[in-house]
């Protein structure tokens, strides 16, 4: 029996086989990105560098010695590796659970594979029990609240949250999520979203599942 963490050290552990010496690798944000940070540390890969999605995860570049690069001087990245919130086997994720969303999105989008590590009790049928994170600029959050109730969803301010990005984040709850490309989009169009944490029209190419009985590897 393993329990969370050791399931998400397991994940981690089983995305080193994509990651070749010399690379510039793309990292997400969250404890089990943590355990891919430590696996990184204790590997022999070299990497030429990372680009982080967040000052958490550049913190712990540092501590784990790894060069931090900067995404305008990077170009397109080979791989980019993270966690996630919920997960379907067609690759559609929801994240944001740490806050990290838009930088995420921006490294999945700039990314040429996105390979998504999780723990087995992430992985869904339809998206949605875990609430969507959404990030605002701060004067918009009333106004983008409305519109995600006229979505059908209900939306919960994080309080006391700021993004790195200076921004907040709203949670949205009670959404069941058939169609998140069409969700995504929708959330797109509302003027004062900088991001929102669906993962859909640019999901995972690669899962890695770790479970009890072992970790598996869908390719969506
Ligand atoms: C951060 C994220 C994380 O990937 C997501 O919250 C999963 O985190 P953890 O690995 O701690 O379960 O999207 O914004």
């Not at 990651?19 to 990497?47: D, P, W």
């Not at 929801?94 to 999780?118: D, P, Q």
């Not at 959330?187 to 640019?202: E, K, P």
Request: glycine share 10%; proline share 4%.
């Amino acid at each position: 029996m393993f329990d969370t963490t050791g399931k998400k050290r397991r994940a981690a552990q089983a995305a080193l086989q994509y990651v070749e010496e010399g690379m510039v690798l793309g990292i997400g944000t969250g404890s089990t990105v943590h355990e891919l940070i430590e696996a990184l540390k204790n590997c022999k890969i070299h990497l030429e560098g990372a680009v982080s999605s967040s000052r958490q995860t550049s913190e712990a570049l540092r501590a784990a010695r790894i060069p931090e690069l900067d995404l305008n001087f990077a170009g397109e990245l080979p791989l980019y590796i993270d966690g996630a919130d919920q997960a379907t086997a067609q690759g559609a994720l929801i994240k944001g659970g740490g806050a990290a969303l838009t930088r995420e999105k921006v490294l999945a989008a700039a990314s040429t594979r996105f390979v998504c590590i999780i723990d087995d009790s992430k992985l869904v049928d339809v998206l949605g029990a875990f609430p969507l994170p959404v990030e605002v600029i701060p004067m918009a959050r009333s106004y983008v609240a409305r519109r995600l109730l006229a979505l059908g969803g209900q939306p919960v301010w994080r309080d006391g949250v700021v993004t790195d990005n200076g921004n907040v984040i709203l949670d949205v709850h009670n959404l069941t999520l058939s169609d998140p490309v069409g969700f995504e989009t929708a959330v797109n169009q509302i003027a004062g979203v900088v991001t929102v944490g669906l993962f859909a029209r640019r999901g995972a190419d690669v899962l890695i599942v770790a479970g009890n009985d072992g970790v598996k590897t869908l390719t969506p």
